[in-house]
Each structure stands twice: as structure tokens, then as C-alpha cells.
């Protein structure tokens, strides 16, 4: 089953891979057009395999066709592929070149925007690659469904849905797969990573592994606007049950400051029981929760609901597991008693996919940011880590253990860029260049041309 | 020392890798000058560690401090940052920023431009990366004296050479190292590739590990330009004493050609002896040799110098150790009897740096082009491998196993993005962003505004 459809997809790679960014782009619309006409199907079957909630998914939905017409328009302009030519002694140009038939593995807390129709997805066939698509789990009923509708678009061999754990393995080790993407924990994807670098032929692993998403929250900020961040916090921190990889689980205010925990601790205590994805992760949090009150000054824990726990600086530094995720609606408040606490922790903290200052005139922030610079994917300022936006500058990735590989982005168009590799002509017949080289510059593309780009 | 070494190149990092592009091109601008200083000496003693003689090596110091003045103006003019802006429902802003401390292993064939002061370690400190080189043992004196030219004008810290085997494990291993560059054989570039991604916190390893470099050439060709080809051919195998990754070690002939192959057989006898860079190397070469002999129809083989082999396509298809590398001036000749057998062993190969075409008017070749590009990094026509120019298209790279990461390069203005990672902020006050990122544009840089670049 693997096999056969590992080598439908690299036969189908022959003919994929050299489609114009114009033949592409009708299938990542076609895809989004038909997504929205069985949309009532879709949000339906994945509210009842997620309890995620229609509105939500109806949102998702929107999201996950518009990650595909963005990645279509960047496509049929063509820019994208960075085309260098040099007239020198010899006639070298090169540009992106897709990687090869890539295996894609869905996320349980995104049914269709990190899942089945997702940005991996879009990404991976947007570049010219065929997508393999491990199924996840949580919810294969609405990954079939959507498969369906994608499969009737797609040429032969484009796109395939394979499921099962031992399906996933199988797919990393297959000579014909060259990547892999992956949203998921850090014992998946590390495992997943793991594999590929055993291989003959060792394949890059794009694995999104969460991140706790640390919050620093500078003196003035606090003082000033204590209450405001209070509310922001906890409606970031309770946004989808808690299960985003952008939650902010680690909250490091820079002085001790009761009001705030008492408003967070209350807005916490009101929050409403929700199912969560699945009873595994619902079990994972309970667990989690419960190993953080055993490390911790419990302050606020409801059962079954948003957890909130507070500590100080040095029982936090002491405590490596202090700083693993809990999926889901928990967070942890780690007052510092000075600036340079603050630093310690910051310099402490593992590779992240943000972190997030909230610092008002007069705060002291240069130094923060430039430790934080180092630690993440994204700096977010006087504002919540929840929310990516789907723009061409936008980076979700982060040095390890946020994700596999810290250059790389799975939002915003640089996400193309992973599956993809330079490929030089030298001395080519124009006839045999690709349209993206040829002379003439037929597809009227963004060039860097002897050193100057025009 | 391994651990100092890498503690100053971390402490380092914070200043270096926010240095304007300005003082980083004054940088390796001031190296070159000073290679260039020192250029007698660094010569000569290159020339008595490696016996390359001294025009080549004056040649490839020209090389070296050219690529230093390449990187040097790439960062002065600072649009290779790939800046992109959204003024959206969100500020979004982000640019490729350094990954952290490299370690560059150097190679043993070029001791300058791919050693302490080559395109390895250019490329890093351009972008703004310390570096810490661990001196290949063939040319430990030249490596000392470069490492001295350079220490005296890097900031401390931005700076190492370290020598040893054991230093160079150390060094993947050591957990403020973020990257590594090297160049030489399989094995080696394989065991640091297995350090890296065994580490707590995987890192990212551009190996360069040679290859074959096959040469098609198909029937007209053959028959209009056999003469020309076999003397193109024996001066690209022979340079230098073969003694280079883009040496061409395998020749497919579309159809039997007795005079072209003893065209080949009689230049490549009368190549005069030459000493090898080492004399492991030397002896490496002759068990490659005797073992191939061993496989094939030897037609030409002499002692101690250039050697030549043929064989038929059933043969080499059958023989996988016939694909492996022979580091030094010989050369296989496989003879196909159709064009079918010609794609077989395209579709055999493995991935390599550079294939090469030799087609005339009205030879096939489309098909063979498409399988080839699947396989490479640069794909020459009617030339040879050999000479690699250092321009802004230049890919010097290909799939495993001719580098451990097919999706980079090692030449060529491209190499310093092996050395990033994209950082995005998000709402950040104009004064706390980087000036690439400014709204401003204080740099005048090429950035992408809002999906349009300008």
C-alpha cells in the first residue's frame, strides 16, 4: 500500500514537477473551490471527530482555502523560484527546483489547516511535489472526506491519504518519500526525525513540535496595563482549549505583582469546562496538570477546566520540567524578584516558536529581546502569541526543539521554500531551459540577472 | 579548549551577529588583504604541504580572496536578508538573521578555498556567524599561518582553529555549535551527519562528499566531436591530478566508439605521474584502482598515474561499487548499445554534484535531462565538470549522497543562507527592529512590502 503509493507518486513527480506555476495553481483553486462546495459535509464530520465547535471550523475552513490561494497566486506570478543568471565564461542559472514526492503528517488540533488540506500540504504541491498524507487519528473520518474531494482534482499519484501508525513509519523509510512534514509532539516528531537520519539517504523532517511561548511582562507594562494584559492572557491561554502550539504556557513577570495573579487567578476559575480533542490528550493535560501542582504553589486549579499556577524564579530554574508543554488551557506565572532574573530565565528557556514582551515607555527591554531574538521563530510585541497570520513575512518555526529544523517557516509563503532544492544549468540550450530560465524571460518573473535583480 | 573555544564563539555571537553588514564586508575584506599580504608564504607552505605547485596555489588564493570580496559586497548591499514587511490586521515583519557558532571542517584538496579561509568560512562570517575551523591534517602548517591572518583582524571570539580528530567531534557535539560545514569524503561527512542529528538538539550539517560527475554522450555527438570530447574529457579527469569533487569518473557512451576510447586510452596513458596530496590519498587511489580492475575490461592502466577503464552496460548495472568514488585521475567508460540502457543507467545513479550532457544537433536528449536534473545540482552541457565560478547562480551542491543536504550549496552567493534562520517580529516599535526591517529603510535594501518586492 506505501509502496504503491510512494511510486505513484514519484512517477507522477516526472510530469508534476514541471508543471507551470499556471497549471498548479488551477489545482490548489480547484482544491479550495470544491473544499467550500462540501463545506455544510466538512465542518460537520470534523465537529463531531473534534468537538472543536462549528463556528471555529467554519473559520478553519476559510483559513485553510485561503493558505491555498495564497500559495496558488505566489505560483502563477513566479518569482518565488529566486532564478539567478549569469552571463560570465560560462552560462551558469539556477533556481528552486521541487524536492520530490513528500510524506505529510496532519495535526490533531487543526482538522484542515494543518491537517489533510493544510499548509504542509498546499506548500509541498504548490513547490511541484507530490503529498503522501498520514491520516491522523483524531479525526479520519473528515481526513477521508477531504482526501475524496482532493483526489477528484488531483492528477494521478499527486496526492494520496494513507493511514496508521505503522503506515507512517513505513513512509519516512521509503527511498522513493524525499521530506517529510510533520505538526505534532516533540516524542513524534523526534521519532520521525530520528528515522529519516537513519536512512540510506538520510531526508529532511519539518516537524512542528509546539512550544511553550513564553510571555514577559516588564514592570511599567504591569503597573500600567495589569488588568488589560490579565484579560488578554487568559483569552489567549483558554482560546481553543488551550490546544494551539502558539499557547502561551509561560507567563515571567518581572516583579511580583498580586493583582495580576488574583485577576488572571479569577478569569482563570470562571472559565468554562470544554471537551477537549480526544481523550488521550484530555488525559495527557489532567497528567501534566497534576505534575505541575506537585512542582509548584498551586493558586489555581479547576478541575477539569484552565489551570494556572504561580512560582518564583529560582524554583523554576531548578525545576527543567517547569518548562515542558501542557497541551491545553494551562499556564504558569513565574514572578522575578529582579531585571536580571528575568534575563536568567530567558537565557534558560529552550528553542521556541515565539516569545512575547509586554513592555511600556520606560521599560528596559533591549537586552530581553536580544536573548529571545536567539531562542525563536517569532517576537511578538505588547501582544498574544495565539493567531498566525497567514502573510508572506510570517514565520511559525523556531530553533529545536520548537521545531526539526529552526530555518525554516510551516506559515506564510517561505513555507514553499522547504520543499525545494537549487538547480544549476551551465551552458544549457535555451530550448532545454525551464521557462523560469530561458532568456527571453517568457513568464516576465523577478530575476537576478548578472548580480542585479529586476 | 574545544569548550573555550566554543563558549567565546557563543559570547561573541551576541555583538557579531548584529553587526552591520558594512562592518562585517570590512571584515572579510581585511582578510583578503591580509591573504594577500601574506600571499609567498602562504603559497610556499601550502605548496610544500600538499604538492598542489605554486601556480595552482596562487591561483586558488586569487580564488579565496575573491569569494571573501563576493560575500564582502553581497552583505554591503544587504538585500540578501530577504526582508518582507505586512502591514496588516498585525505588523509582521522578518529577514533570514544568523543561526549561531559554525564549525567548518577543511578539505584536504584545496587548502585554501575550502579550508580555514575558504567559501565555508566566508560565507558564515558573512552572515554573522563566528566561526570555528578544525584544520584538515594535510596541511596543518598552512592552516596555522591562515588562522594566525585571520585572528589578528576577527573580533575575539569570532575566530577558532582547532586541530585534531577527537576536537572535531567535540566540536558537533558541543551544544553552543548551531551548524556545520564540511568538505571531503563520504564516510567522514556521514559520521559528522550521524553526530548531529544524534545530538539533544539536533543541528544542521552541509557536508560536501564528492562524486562521480557522469558524462553522457550521446551519438552525434560522439561521431561529430569524439576527438574534441576525449581530449576535453582526459583534461578534466586529470587536473590537478583528479584530485577534485567535480572530477568525471564516469563516462556513458551512447554507443560503442573504439577510437574514442583509445583516443582517451592513449592520452590518458601518456599523462605524466604526479604526486597526490597525501599519501593515504595515494594509496586510496590505488586500491580504488585494483579494485575496479578487478570488475571491468581494463583497457589503460598505469602504474601510479591516470588510469582508464570500460566496461558494458549490463556490467555496471550489475556492479554497485562501480558508482563509487575513485579520488584521483581515473575514469570508467560504460558503452551502451541503445539509448534505453543510457536512461537505465541514469535512473541507476545516485545523487551527484553535476551531470553533464555532450549532444549534438539532433540528438535526444530531453528525456535523459529530465532524469539527470532529478539527481544533481548543476547540470552542464557540451563542457565538463571541472571548474566551479563563483557567481551569484553557481550551485555547488546535489543530493545525498553528493552533499548530506541536497537543498544547499557551497559556492556561489547562496552558500550564506546554510548560516540562517528566519526571525520574525511581530508589532515590534520601529527602535527595537533591526534596521533592515525599519520602516524607514534606512539600508535602501531590496524587502517585499506587502507581497510586492521593490
Not at 522513493?176 to 529532511?204: H, N, Q, W
Not at 504553589?297 to 515542558?324: C, I, K, Q, S, Y
Amino acid at each position: 500500500m506505501i509502496d504503491r503509493a510512494a511510486r505513484a507518486a514519484s512517477d507522477a513527480f516526472a510530469m508534476y514537477g514541471w508543471l507551470s506555476g499556471r497549471k498548479k495553481g488551477e489545482l490548489l483553486r480547484a482544491i479550495a473551490s470544491r473544499l467550500e462546495e462540501h463545506k455544510d459535509a466538512i465542518v460537520n464530520r470534523a465537529n463531531l471527530e473534534t468537538s472543536l465547535g462549528v463556528p471555529r471550523l467554519q473559520n478553519e475552513l476559510v483559513r485553510t482555502c485561503n493558505q491555498l490561494r495564497v500559495f496558488a497566486a505566489l505560483i502563477e506570478e513566479g518569482s518565488w523560484v529566486d532564478a539567478r543568471i549569469d552571463h560570465g565564461k560560462v552560462d551558469v542559472r539556477s533556481m528552486l527546483r521541487p524536492i520530490g514526492p513528500v510524506a505529510v503528517f496532519g495535526a490533531s488540533n487543526f482538522p484542515l489547516a494543518f491537517s489533510v488540506p493544510g499548509g504542509d500540504t498546499a506548500s509541498a504541491l504548490a513547490a511541484g511535489c507530490p503529498v503522501i498524507v498520514k491520516a491522523h487519528p483524531a479525526h479520519p473520518e473528515t481526513s477521508k472526506l477531504v482526501g475524496r474531494v482532493i483526489s477528484e482534482v488531483a492528477p494521478s499519484g499527486v496526492f494520496a491519504l494513507v493511514e496508521g501508525f505503522e503506515a507512517g513509519i513505513e513512509l519516512v523509510e521509503h527511498p522513493l518519500i524525499k521530506a517529510v512534514a510533520f505538526t505534532g509532539s516533540r516524542r513524534g516528531g523526534r521519532a520521525l526525525m530520528d528515522i529519516a537520519a537513519a536512512r540510506a539517504e538520510p531526508i529532511p523532517v519539518y516537524a512542528e513540535m509546539g512550544s511553550i511561548n513564553p510571555v514577559f511582562i516588564l514592570p511599567r507594562a504591569m503597573r500600567e496595563r495589569g488588568a488589560e494584559i490579565a484579560a488578554g492572557l487568559h483569552a489567549s491561554v483558554t482560546l481553543g482549549v488551550g490546544q494551539f502550539c502558539t499557547n502561551p504556557g509561560l507567563v515571567i513577570a518581572a516583579e511580583t505583582n498580586a493583582a495580576f495573579v488574583d485577576d488572571l487567578s479569577n478569569r482563570m476559575s470562571a472559565t468554562a469546562c470544554a471537551p477537549m480533542l480526544t481523550p488521550s490528550i484530555a488525559d495527557a493535560y489532567r497528567a501534566g496538570v497534576e505534575h505541575f501542582a506537585s512542582l509548584v504553589d498551586r493558586r489555581a486549579f479547576v478541575e477539569g477546566g484552565a489551570a494556572l499556577f504561580t512560582t518564583n524564579a529560582p524554583t523554576f530554574l531548578r525545576h527543567e520540567e517547569l518548562m515542558e508543554e501542557v497541551f491545553g488551557p494551562s499556564t504558569l506565572v513565574v514572578e522575578c524578584d529582579s531585571h536580571e532574573r528575568m534575563l536568567d530565565i530567558a537565557r534558560a528557556l529552550e528553542g521556541q516558536l515565539t516569545a512575547t514582551i509586554h513592555a511600556n515607555d520606560g521599560d528596559d527591554y533591549q537586552d530581553l529581546a536580544k536573548i529571545l531574538e536567539t531562542k525563536v521563530g517569532r517576537m511578538i510585541f505588547n501582544g498574544y502569541p495565539t493567531g498566525v497570520e497567514v502573510v508572506p513575512a510570517m514565520v511559525h518555526g523556531g530553533p529545536f526543539p520548537a521545531t526539526s529544523d529552526g530555518r525554516s517557516t510551516s506559515v506564510g509563503t517561505r513555507a514553499i521554500e522547504r520543499f525545494t532544492r537549487a538547480v544549476a544549468w551551465q551552458n544549457a540550450p535555451d530550448a532545454i531551459l525551464p521557462e523560469e530560465l530561458k532568456e527571453s524571460n517568457p513568464l516576465g518573473i523577478r530575476r537576478m540577472v548578472d548580480g542585479i535583480t529586476r
